[in-house]
C-alpha cells in the first residue's frame, strides 16, 4: 500500500510486531486509525496510527477520553471497537495490509482529542516559555 493514498481517519489492517522482552504494547493484526502521514521527502515510508481493540473493561470508564469507542460498521469495522490513543505509534507502510474505511471527522474527532491528550497538547503555548 503506498502512504500517497491513506490519509488521516482511515482505519487500516495493520500487523504491528512482536516485542521483547513483553510488554503492554498492542502486537499482531489489527485495525487501527490513521493519525499521521508525513510529507514531503521523509526517510521511509510510515503512517502514524492509533490501535484498536475489542476488549472491553473499566479503564475506559475511567478514562474515556483517552478510549474512545468506535461503533460495529463505522469505515468498514466488524465489531464495536476502542481506540487505545495511549498506544499511538509509527508504523512502516510494509506493515499496512489493508484498508478498511474512512472516519467522518465527528468520529475522528474524539481520537485526535485523545492524542493530543497522551501528547499533552492542549495549551502548549500557555506551558512553553518563549
Known sequence: MNNQLLKYGD???????SHNPKGHEQ???RPAVIVGVPSGDVRY???VVVPLTTQFGD???????LYPIIQAGTAGLPQKSVA???????VD???VIGYLGSLSFKEY???IDGVKRVLDLQDLER????
Open 84 to 90: 487505545l490513543c495511549d498506544q499511538i505509534r509509527a
Open 59 to 65: 479503564w475506559i470508564k475511567k478514562n474515556p477520553e
Open 109 to 111: 474527532l474524539p481520537i
Open 11 to 17: 482505519v487500516i489492517f495493520v500487523n504491528l510486531p
Open 93 to 95: 507502510i510494509q506493515r
Open 127 to 130: 506551558r512553553l516559555p518563549l
Open 45 to 47: 515510508p510510515i503512517v
Open 27 to 29: 502486537e499482531g493484526r
